[in-house]
């Protein structure tokens, strides 16, 4: 399953349609930890594919992209708004269905037709939570045009982040 994955990221175009077909597909399935697991690798796979694409193995590994996949942020290797000017974007960008996971844990929630998502229910859905899995957080578009990224780093100026996809 996942050389699939890999194969069909690999080509942008195909992105949306395997994303959709996979939502689609956990929308009828029970949410259990090993799907909720499976969605979070998806995903991080495709943020990977998506925004890291143009970078080699050797520098996603010198940056620690496994580890957190905000690092493609703070170590400039995408061009990417910061702090308030990413919140900004962020209340500003058009949201119909959106996707969001955390760093640290499996929990994976589809947002659909909730356009006034912004920042503040971002913060109440993190504290709902009050743990630290849930304290890196990555809120991304259903097609991959943009994601925007808390961290928990952000009491030293690493982070929220906000990168848009301008392939």
Known sequence: ??????????????????LK????????L????????WLWFVFSITIKKIFAG????KEQEDIYLDYMLW?????????????????ERFEKIKKKKISLFFQFSNTVFVVEN???FNSAKLNETVQYFDSWE????????????????????????LGPYFIENNR
């Open 54 to 57: 143009g970078l080699s193995k």
């Open 134 to 157: 849930v304290s890196d957080c990555y809120v991304m578009d259903h097609y991959g045009e943009w994601c925007f990224i808390t961290t928990h780093e952000q009491d030293y100026g």
């Open 71 to 87: 690092h493609l942020c703070s170590y400039q290797k995408v061009d990417c708004l910061s702090g308030n000017t990413a919140v």
């Open 1 to 18: 399953m996942a050389l699939f994955i890999l194969k069909v990221t690999k080509y942008y175009s195909k992105i949306k349609v395997f």
């Open 21 to 28: 077909r996979v939502i689609n597909r956990l929308r009828r």
């Open 114 to 116: 909730e356009v006034n």
């Open 30 to 37: 029970k949410y259990d930890n090993q799907t909720s697991r």
